[in-house]
């Protein structure tokens, strides 16, 4: 301690820097108040030393265990915002899980990680520094001379420097795990992107490291030809290179086995013998000719004569094809693309978004440099053509290399290709420049020898490692083996084995040049992407795209991916054609599968941005009536208690209109509680394939949540015009404030202009006692329910047994699967639970760690919908529920257009017309006439009304005796139905809209024997028909009471088919104008 802090009885910490009084006031060293920011404080007293989270604050400090993305956590987590703002406490258990970053980043074992240098530029050395750099410079410079041979080098080097920028940039917008350009390019562009380019990007590694391993085998041969008198195994040819190349791959394997350790110091070797041999080739070059037979083959040295001479272009044929920049452009191009050797190691670098960034663009440094300064060397030191004849020569030394019959007369020893003769040896006809400029030959073909086999081990090392990160992710049926890893490092040793057996297939073949353009335009598909990946999370400006590498623009992306693709076209159209068919195939079978992932790809990103721009776009477009459509808010209660009544909704707006659905439920919630019931639903739309938003809010009744709906769903012009409920056939028994609500609801839908649509089947709309959400298994007859846990209710969030006590709380209070509650919509049937099927409790159905059951694609009706437990449902009870899925029987839709509403009674039912399901079904219009005799001219205006809406129809029937006296038998059922509600005496205030006072009876009598008589002719024209469409009686505010309405329309659809009753806002959504 101190002498300071014994004075004032103070104790210095490890938190240190502030000196605290005995009193708890901070003070500088001469006692005053204030903290002096020249001052520095070493003290603390004693009894403050507590820690901030435990002692002052329920807050917790800004830590990096908070934002990662983790399963489970370990230890104290950030309190929820309930703890926060609701002042409640709730004592979390410390999650026993296993940390999964925190696991990955401390395994067992010794872990192999890499810094920039050796982890991303040797690698990339290794890789560009190809063995095109030794067989194909020279031929570059021999077809376009040295100025177009450096715009060559600078074209592509321009190409893959814009590409590194924008990987860069990628690399460094967070963590970058195992996967390399697929991680990249998936979590980037999403998982269709990153699929396609994972599975092709793996197959051209394997059949690369094939390649390369033939082209060392090659070499093998010349070297053997050249410098051991022709020595041979078998044949010298195809049978030597798959006898060596087998051999060689399977070292190649071993080594990759055994660890990136040691294929670390293999490369390093390798890398050292590769620099060893172009310091021979430099050296060679200035030490010049050392004989004459290497003058006559063309070699004269450093010249200016002989530059000059090299400068311009000379294209010529090769391997039967014209050459010309582009084509030699597209040759070279594939020297420069291995700048992702050391990304597709990300997994095994100590830093990727350092190390990335510098080592790639470091090495693209370095290798430009040597590729523009090799063509200038060997443009000025060996002639295009040269005979090799030494005797020729030596006899002509004297003359210039212009007069030289061994350079200029390829007839004394050329060999014959297509009629002409050729001389083997110079810029245009020999591979072998490199070493015939060197100072020691061999050194230049171990130096071929290096970059196939560091370009061979790169790409068997890279490819399972891409194979494995795209096994993790599921996003191809059969490959998830592939993503177990062996040891500290998660080697991918199956991956190891496929790769070796595509490869070995490939060596036996012997000869890959077919594929060899293929191979190049893979790989500038994959950078393509790159590009246009940091081009499109750069234009939709996400606030989540903070790449911490800041030399990039989205135009220069842009331009790089262009390029990438006009280079995949340069290279070969045909292949570069095969590529794009291959990608767009790819990308169709994974965006056909839908994989379960959500990764935050801009295409994610670009979505919402296209969805808001089209939102906002709208406002400004002035409504017209001939683009008018119906656009739904169905009161659903939960998604999956009544589908029927969502599958008739959604028949109508499927790909054309708007449709929500609606909830009500009773407040107030939490809102973790209303985030599960919000995720459930939108499971259980997508699973059932109706596009449909969900809507959930609070309300003391169904009136109060419904008029929140009216007010609240939708968005600008996006907003319901129409409500869809269905109808309440237990309106006789039900609570009287529950009948009244339903009936307000009517009344509120109409004040705020909606069309209202009510739809009656005879089988009721409510199966919520019958089928089983698998998401959201629940015990009816009591209070416990497993609630699917929403992004906030992971663990060290809150407990289950938390999320459960609220779930029982809403579900014990509002007794969430009996009949008789409200916010279900109040449009429960009298099939709530379908003759024949038992009451029962609903098991909760388990699933395993991983969710599988939950996941599972269910296509099949019968499996789409199960009874409680899981058990299968009856035959009849399952066509109940699907009955607006299937195909309806051929027969009529029967449209009781009485009044004219807007249109909305002819429109809908003219729009089922056009869906597969109703396609067989004609339309047959039923209208009231004025008069008896005027039937006839009735029928022909409406006939050609019809005609000039454009609407097909089979039949229009005029109805002339409406208003005749009903039977008494029908007056007599009518009566039955309304005697529990009618009462002589005046009604009080109370049940006010509750009873049908004799008054209103009275006053009502013409209507009501109005609606009696429309039953009698329903029955008589509309009992087989297929559907049944009707105006809705208007529900007159203070003229008609809750009973007499509903009986009025209990009436019109008993015993009927299927009923829909609607009725328009007035306003007119049919026009005969163009």
């Known amino acids: 301690m101190s002498g300071k802090a014994k004075e004032t009885g103070t104790t210095e910490t490890s938190l240190g820097g502030l000196q605290v009084s005995p009193g708890g006031s901070t003070s500088g060293g001469d006692g005053s108040s204030h903290l002096s920011p020249d001052t520095t404080y070493n003290v603390y007293e004693t009894r403050y030393q507590r820690s901030l989270r435990n002692y002052l604050t329920r807050e917790t400090l800004p830590s990096e265990a908070h934002y990662r993305n983790l399963e489970s956590v370990v230890g104290y987590q950030r309190p929820t915002i309930d703890e926060l703002h609701q002042n409640t406490v709730n004592e979390r258990e410390r999650q026993q899980g296993i940390d999964a970053e925190a696991a990955a980043a401390n395994p067992r074992g010794k872990v192999i990680k890499f810094g920039w240098l050796e982890g991303v530029y040797m690698r990339c050395l290794l890789n560009i520094w190809g063995v095109m750099l030794f067989l194909r410079v020279s031929w570059v410079v021999g077809q376009s001379g040295i100025i177009l041979a450096l715009l060559t080098v600078i074209l592509g080097n321009v190409v893959t420097t814009l590409t590194t920028l924008s990987m860069s940039a990628v690399a460094t917008n967070g963590r970058i795990q195992a996967g390399g350009v697929y991680y990249m390019i998936s979590r980037s562009l999403g998982p269709e992107f990153g699929g396609s380019i994972g599975l092709m990007f793996t197959l051209a590694n394997s ?43 399977i070292c190649v394997l071993a080594l990759a086995i055994v660890g990136m350790d040691w294929v670390t110091r293999v490369q390093m070797g390798l890398l050292f013998l590769l620099i060893g041999s172009q310091i021979d080739f430099v050296v060679g070059a200035f030490i010049g000719p050392q004989n004459d037979l290497q003058r006559a083959q063309g070699f004269i040295g450093l010249s200016s004569e002989v530059m000059a001479k090299n400068v311009g272009p000379d294209y010529r044929e090769f391997e039967n094809r014209g050459q010309n920049f582009f084509s030699v452009f597209g040759v070279f191009f594939t020297a420069v693309t291995g700048i992702v050797a050391g990304a597709n190691l990300s997994g095994d670098l100590k ?187 750069s234009l939709i400006k996400s606030p989540g795209w903070r790449p911490s590498f800041k030399y990039y623009n989205l135009w220069i992306s842009w331009v790089g991916g262009i390029l990438c693709l006009i280079v995949m076209f340069l290279i070969d159209w045909v292949t570069a054609l095969i590529t794009f068919l291959i990608t767009v195939a790819l990308y169709l079978f994974v965006s056909y599968r839908n994989p379960n992932v959500n990764w935050g790809s801009s295409t994610q990103a670009q979505t919402y941005v296209s969805a808001l721009k089209t939102t906002l776009d709208l406002n400004s477009i002035e409504e017209h009536v001939k ?11 939960p998604v999956g208690s009544r589908p029927p009544l969502i599958d008739f909704a959604y028949s109508i707006t499927k790909n054309i209109s708007l449709l929500a659905c609606g909830h009500v439920i009773q407040g107030p919630q939490t809102q973790r509680l209303r985030n599960s019931l919000t995720r459930q639903s939108y499971n259980w739309l997508t699973r059932h394939s109706i596009r449909a938003f969900y809507s959930l809010v609070e309300g003391s009744n169904l009136e109060d949540g419904a008029r929140n709906l009216f007010q609240l769903v939708g968005l600008g012009k996006l907003r319901p015009n129409t409500v869809v409920l269905g109808y309440k056939a237990n309106w006789r028994k039900c609570d009287p404030l529950e009948l009244k609500a339903y009936f307000n609801t009517l009344h509120e839908a109409l004040d705020m202009y ?8 005879p089988q009721g709309l409510d199966y919520s006692q019958i089928i089983e959400d698998e998401d959201s298994p629940i015990t009816m007859n009591g209070n416990e329910s497993a609630i699917t846990q929403s992004p906030e209710d992971k663990p060290g969030q809150s407990t289950a047994n938390q999320l459960t006590q609220e779930v ?57 919908f199960r009874g409680p437990g899981g058990t299968e449902l009856s035959k009849d009870v399952l066509n109940n529920i699907t009955m607006f899925k299937r195909k309806q029987k051929k027969g009529t839709i029967d449209v009781w257009w009485l009044y004219d509403d807007g249109g909305l009674t002819l429109l809908v039912p003219y729009i089922l017309t056009t869906r597969s399901q109703w396609s067989g079904c004609k339309l047959r219009v039923f209208a009231l006439a004025n008069r008896k005799d005027e039937l006839d001219m009735e029928q022909r205006s409406m006939a050609n009304l019809l005609a000039k809406f454009r609407i097909d129809y089979s039949d229009v029937i005029v109805i002339p005796d409406v208003a005749k006296k009903a039977a008494e038998s029908s007056r007599m059922e009518f009566d039955q139905l309304i005697e529990d509600f009618r009462t002589k005496d ?22 009501t024997n109005r609606h009696i008589r429309l039953r009698e002719l329903l029955l008589e024209n509309s009992r087989d028909s297929s559907l049944v469409v009707m105006t809705l009686p208007m529900p007159r505010k203070t003229s008609v009471s809750a009973p007499l309405y509903m009986a009025w329309l209990e009436t019109l659809t008993r015993d009927m088919p299927p009923f829909l009753l609607i009725r328009g806002n007035q306003t007119s959504v049919l026009t005969f104008y163009s």
Request: net charge negative; aromatic share 10%; glycine share 8%.
């Open 351 to 537: 830093d990727p978004a350092e190390a990335i960034p510098k080592g790639t663009l470091a090495a693209i440094l370095t290798t430009f440099c040597t590729y523009i300064i090799y063509p200038i060397m060997i443009g000025a030191a060996v002639l295009r053509d040269a005979t090799g004849d030494k005797d020729v020569y030596v006899m002509y030394q004297n003359l210039s290399i212009d007069e030289n019959p061994a350079f200029t007369n390829c007839s004394l020893i050329g060999k014959v290709d297509n009629g002409t003769q050729v001389c083997p040896f110079g810029l245009q006809n020999s591979f072998q420049v490199m070493e015939l400029m060197s100072a020691w030959g061999p050194l230049i073909y171990a130096g071929c020898f290096a970059a196939t086999l560091s370009s061979a081990i790169a790409s068997l090392v890279g490819a399972p490692r891409v194979l494995q990160a795209l096994a993790k992710d599921k996003l191809y049926p059969g490959i998830f083996m592939f993503s177990k890893g062996t040891g500290a490092n998660n080697d991918p040793v199956r991956g190891y084995v496929l790769v070796f057996v595509i490869s070995f297939v490939c060596i036996m073949i012997g000869d890959l040049n077919v594929v060899s353009t293929l191979l190049s335009n893979f790989f500038l598909a994959s950078y393509s992407l790159i590009n246009f990946s940091c081009f499109h999370a």
């Open 627 to 637: 683009n008018y459509r119906p656009q739904i808010l169905v009161l659903s209660g």
């Open 986 to 1007: 005046e009604v009080d205030k109370e049940n006010d809209g509750l009873m049908i006072s004799e008054a209103e009876f009275l006053g009502q009598r013409e209507k």
């Open 754 to 761: 909606f069309g209202v649509v009510i739809l009656r089947v």
């Open 808 to 864: 029982a709380k809403l579900l014990g209070t509002l007794n969430f699967n009996t009949r008789s509650t409200y916010y279900r919509d109040g449009t429960d049937s009298e099939a709530s639970s379908p003759p024949g099927s038992p009451q029962v409790e609903r098991s909760a159905a388990t699933t395993d760690a991983n969710g599988e059951n939950s996941k599972k694609r269910r296509t099949s009706m019968a499996n789409l």
């Open 207 to 249: 059949i690369a490291a094939a390649t390369y391993i033939i082209g060392f085998c090659d070499s093998l041969q010349d070297l053997m030809f050249f410098y051991f008198d022709g020595a041979k195994i078998v044949d010298g040819e195809v049978n030597d290179t798959r006898i060596v190349g087998t051999i060689t791959l």
